[in-house]
C-alpha cells in the first residue's frame, strides 16, 4: 500500500486489525521529504491495507526537529523518492518479515499468500460471530478419531467458524496430529463473507525440509484424514508463521487463491502437524514413516473473517 507522507495520519486511522509478523521496522524521516512515498509490505509482498493485532503497534511521532518517527510491528518498508527526488532510501531497521509462507518446494505445495484480494477493498465483518442459526451440534464431532495418532477433542473446537477470534495457543505433542473440528454453515446463512483465514504466529525457528520434520496444515471431512481436493487446502512450511486463507465463494478467482469448503453446511477439521515432507525430505518418508519430532511445536492460531 503506498502512503504520501503529507496523508499519512488519516491513512493510519484506517488500519485494519490482524496479528502481524514479529519484525519490527524504525523509520525516521525528515519533513523536507514530504513528495517521498512509503510503501508497506508483508512476508507476502504489497499489501492493501496495513491490518494489526493484539501484540501489534504503528506510531507515528513529530520530535522537536522536526522529524517524524514512523514505528511498525511486524512490516518492512521502503522509502522512494518521488520524481526528481533522487533515488530510493534504506529503511534499514526492518530486519525479518518472519519468515512465513516459505515455499519448501514439494509437488503441489503452495504456502504463499494465497489469499490475495481479488474483489478490492473487503471488509472486516466486525470482530463477532456471524449468526448461523442457532446452537451447534457437536455430538458427531471427532468421530472415528485414532486417539494414539491425533487429538481431537469436542471441548476443543473452531465454532463458530465464521467468527473473528483472538489468537488461541496450540500445542503439537508426542507426534500427535492436533484436529479442530468446526461445523461449516451453508452458504446462505454466511453470504456476506467473502473469504476467512488463519494467522499463524509461532516462536519455534524454521526447520530444514530435507532433514527435518516441518510445519503442516490442511483441511479434512475426518480428523486427521486425507487433504480436502482443491489448491490451497494443504499447506507446508518450514515455520508456523503463514496466513492460510479458505472460502465458500465459488467463483473461481476465489476458488483458485484459498481453500474452497464448500457451499453445504457440514462438519469439517482442521489439522496441524510436523512430518516429514516426502518430496524434500533425504530418506524415506511415507505414510509409514512421518519421521515426526517428539519435541513439543507450539504456535499460536488467530482467525478473521472478511465480508465483501
Same mark, same amino acid.
Given at each position: 500500500?503506498? *502512503?504520501?507522507?503529507?496523508?499519512?495520519?488519516?491513512?493510519?486511522?484506517?488500519?485494519?486489525?490482524?496479528?502481524?509478523?514479529?519484525?519490527? +521496522?524504525?523509520?525516521?524521516?525528515?519533513? @523536507? !521529504?514530504?513528495?517521498?512515498? !512509503?510503501?508497506?509490505?508483508?512476508?507476502?509482498?504489497?499489501?492493501?491495507?496495513?491490518?494489526?493485532?493484539? +501484540?501489534?503497534?504503528?506510531?507515528?511521532?513529530?520530535?522537536?526537529?522536526?522529524?517524524?518517527?514512523?514505528?511498525?510491528?511486524?512490516?518492512?518498508?521502503?522509502?522512494?523518492?518521488?520524481?526528481?527526488?533522487? %533515488?530510493?532510501? /534504506?529503511?534499514? @531497521?526492518?530486519?525479518?518479515?518472519?519468515?512465513?509462507?516459505?515455499?519448501?518446494?514439494?509437488?503441489?505445495?503452495?504456502?504463499?499468500?494465497?489469499?490475495?484480494?481479488?474483489?478490492? @477493498?473487503?471488509?472486516?465483518?466486525?470482530?463477532?460471530?456471524?449468526?448461523? @442459526? %442457532?446452537?451447534?451440534?457437536?455430538?458427531?464431532?471427532?468421530?472415528?478419531?485414532? /486417539?494414539?495418532?491425533?487429538?481431537?477433542?469436542?471441548?476443543?473446537?473452531?465454532?463458530?467458524?465464521?467468527?473473528?477470534?483472538?489468537?488461541?495457543?496450540?500445542?503439537?505433542? /508426542?507426534?500427535?496430529?492436533?484436529? *479442530?473440528?468446526?461445523?461449516?454453515?451453508?452458504?446462505?446463512?454466511?453470504?456476506?463473507? #467473502?473469504?476467512?483465514?488463519?494467522?499463524l504466529t509461532t516462536p519455534e525457528p524454521k526447520r530444514d525440509p530435507v532433514t527435518q520434520d516441518i510445519f503442516h496444515v490442511w483441511w479434512s471431512e475426518t480428523p486427521n484424514g486425507s487433504?480436502?481436493?482443491?489448491?490451497?487446502?494443504e499447506i507446508w512450511a518450514v515455520q508456523a508463521r503463514d496466513t492460510i486463507f479458505w472460502t465458500q465463494d465459488p467463483d473461481p478467482a476465489y476458488r483458485s487463491a484459498a481453500c474452497y469448503?464448500?457451499?453445504?453446511?457440514?462438519? !469439517?477439521?482442521?489439522? *496441524?502437524?510436523?512430518?516429514?515432507?516426502?518430496?524434500?525430505?533425504?530418506?524415506?518418508?511415507?505414510?509409514?514413516?512421518?519421521?515426526?519430532?517428539?519435541?513439543?511445536?507450539? *504456535?499460536?492460531?488467530? #482467525?478473521?473473517?472478511?465480508?465483501?
Amino acid at each position: 500500500m503506498l *502512503f504520501v507522507l503529507a496523508s499519512i495520519i488519516d491513512s493510519l486511522r484506517g488500519v485494519d486489525m490482524r496479528k502481524g509478523s514479529a519484525a519490527i +521496522g524504525f523509520l525516521c524521516l525528515a519533513t @523536507g !521529504l514530504s513528495a517521498a512515498t !512509503l510503501t508497506v509490505k508483508d512476508e507476502t509482498g504489497e499489501v492493501g491495507r496495513l491490518e494489526m493485532g493484539s +501484540g501489534n503497534s504503528v506510531a507515528l511521532l513529530s520530535e522537536s526537529n522536526g522529524n517524524l518517527t514512523l514505528t511498525l510491528d511486524g512490516y518492512y518498508v521502503t522509502i522512494s523518492a518521488n520524481a526528481g527526488g533522487g %533515488g530510493t532510501v /534504506d529503511t534499514g @531497521g526492518s530486519t525479518d518479515t518472519g519468515g512465513g509462507g516459505t515455499d519448501t518446494g514439494g509437488g503441489g505445495t503452495d504456502t504463499g499468500g494465497g489469499g490475495t484480494d481479488t474483489g478490492g @477493498g473487503g471488509t472486516d465483518t466486525g470482530g463477532g460471530s456471524t449468526d448461523t @442459526g %442457532g446452537s451447534t451440534d457437536t455430538s458427531g464431532y471427532c468421530a472415528g478419531n485414532d /486417539d494414539a495418532l491425533a487429538d481431537c477433542r469436542v471441548d476443543g473446537v473452531f465454532d463458530p467458524w465464521i467468527a473473528t477470534a483472538g489468537e488461541v495457543p496450540i500445542w503439537i505433542r /508426542d507426534k500427535k496430529t492436533e484436529v *479442530f473440528a468446526f461445523t461449516l454453515p451453508a452458504r446462505t446463512d454466511a453470504e456476506d463473507v #467473502r473469504y476467512g483465514y488463519l494467522q499463524l504466529t509461532t516462536p519455534e525457528p524454521k526447520r530444514d525440509p530435507v532433514t527435518q520434520d516441518i510445519f503442516h496444515v490442511w483441511w479434512s471431512e475426518t480428523p486427521n484424514g486425507s487433504p480436502l481436493s482443491g489448491t490451497k487446502c494443504e499447506i507446508w512450511a518450514v515455520q508456523a508463521r503463514d496466513t492460510i486463507f479458505w472460502t465458500q465463494d465459488p467463483d473461481p478467482a476465489y476458488r483458485s487463491a484459498a481453500c474452497y469448503l464448500g457451499a453445504d453446511p457440514r462438519v !469439517l477439521y482442521l489439522n *496441524f502437524e510436523t512430518r516429514c515432507l516426502p518430496a524434500r525430505y533425504n530418506g524415506t518418508c511415507d505414510s509409514d514413516n512421518l519421521r515426526k519430532s517428539s519435541a513439543v511445536y507450539q *504456535f499460536d492460531a488467530a #482467525r478473521v473473517i472478511k465480508g465483501y
